[in-house]
């Protein structure tokens, strides 16, 4: 039972929700102390569109990606910004080679980057944007007001309303960011490898990792529900918080709903492998044929099989073509937000990541 459920939850909170949280509600005081300048200057400056995307896409993690998925779908973006980002983007699976080899992870993360710019001014060259046709189609694409309380952030009333009334009194957000302190401070050096998990168990045999990730993805669904499973960032009445203090919520808000989808995406590919045993040891990597694996592989959204994956060439399974083909090709937990915000914009974004994918990967075969 913990392995096959409690774990992944916990993973979804402690190895992705902690992280975004952090990157969402810094780039939330940014704009709220900043006000429209941080977002403007990409709007303005459309040319450095995917040099940032690419930029942020190739920070270790998914939060730098996952931040452009709503900027985009309110327009501030361009599509050639997502893609870079998405191309330059290794997600989770960053910290598996940063643990493993620094040096390696830099070279590594230092190509992603450069396919990820080439891939996104090209995109932008070529006027590629799915959402451009489906935003003259409608009157008011994305600034169409939305409930009041979204904006807030999902508060206790709507939560007790879904639960029977059964939690102490306190906003959800708080509880979201009391969680998450901690958690971080736990996440940081378990993730790093620094510490042994084990090691943490000190106080009445309770795993620190373990509790918090639990109860901080429990928080994050409340939320999401709450919320009835809105991206917060999902229109511009929503994206304009006028306090610190809505700030956080929004943020709290922002943070939870990737939470609960990557949680989905852990939980399910939990129960696949271990009802069916499959763990990617069946497939064929070498060679064109891995490098073809790898790309695909990289269509599916969210870290947790990409992980595996990278785990798999640490360990000696799978050549470092196939591994690239994977890295460029994945597109981490941030294709969840865009693929909810603009599903259309989101099967395009991913397709194309594959085309640099192969090429790079088939590229190392012949010059490797």
């Known amino acids: 039972m913990t392995e096959l459920v409690l774990r992944p939850l916990a993973d979804a909170f402690m190895q992705v929700g902690v992280y975004v949280a952090v990157m969402v509600a810094l780039f939330g005081w940014l704009r709220w102390r900043y006000g429209d300048r941080v977002t403007d200057g990409l709007t303005r400056r459309r040319r450095v569109g995917p040099l940032v995307g690419a930029l942020l896409g190739v920070t270790p993690g998914c939060g730098g990606a996952i931040i452009l998925m709503p900027l985009y779908a309110r327009g501030k973006v361009s599509f050639g910004t997502v893609v870079g980002a998405l191309v330059a983007t290794m997600g989770d699976s960053s910290w598996v080679v940063l643990a493993w080899n620094p040096l390696f992870a830099l070279q590594l993360h230092a190509l992603l980057f450069v396919v990820g710019l080439a891939t996104g001014y090209a995109v932008d060259a070529l006027g590629i944007d799915p959402a451009r046709s489906a935003v003259r189609r409608r009157a008011v694409p994305v600034t169409t007001p939305v409930r009041p309380a979204v904006d807030a952030g999902p508060d206790l009333a709507s939560s007790r309303r879904l639960f029977g009334g059964l939690l102490p009194r306190m906003p959800a957000s708080t509880a979201f960011w ?54 917060a960032d999902d229109s511009l009445e929503t994206a304009h918080a006028s306090t610190m203090a809505a700030t956080m919520r929004h943020s ?84 969840i937000p865009l693929a909810a915000l603009r599903r259309h914009s989101a099967v395009v974004a991913t397709v194309i990541t594959t085309v640099p994918a192969a090429a790079v990967g088939g590229a190392l075969l012949v010059f490797w």
């Open 252 to 335: 709290a808000h922002e943070a939870s709903f990737v939470t609960v989808w990557v949680a989905v995406a852990y939980l399910g590919w939990q129960v696949l492998s271990t009802t069916t045993g499959f763990d990617g040891t069946q497939l064929v990597l070498t060679g064109i044929v891995g490098v073809l694996v790898g790309a695909l592989i990289g269509l599916v959204p969210g870290c947790a099989l990409q992980i595996v994956f990278t785990g798999l060439y640490v360990s000696g399974g799978l050549p470092l073509p196939t591994l690239v083909a994977n890295a460029i090709s994945q597109d981490g937990d941030a294709l």
């Open 178 to 231: 009391g969680l998450t302190t901690p958690a971080f401070a736990v996440s940081v050096p378990v993730v790093f490898q620094l510490v042994d998990p084990t090691a943490l168990t000190v106080i009445g045999g309770v795993d620190p990792y373990l509790a918090l990730g639990v109860l901080g993805t429990l928080v994050a669904a409340l939320i999401f529900a709450a919320g009835r499973g809105r991206l």
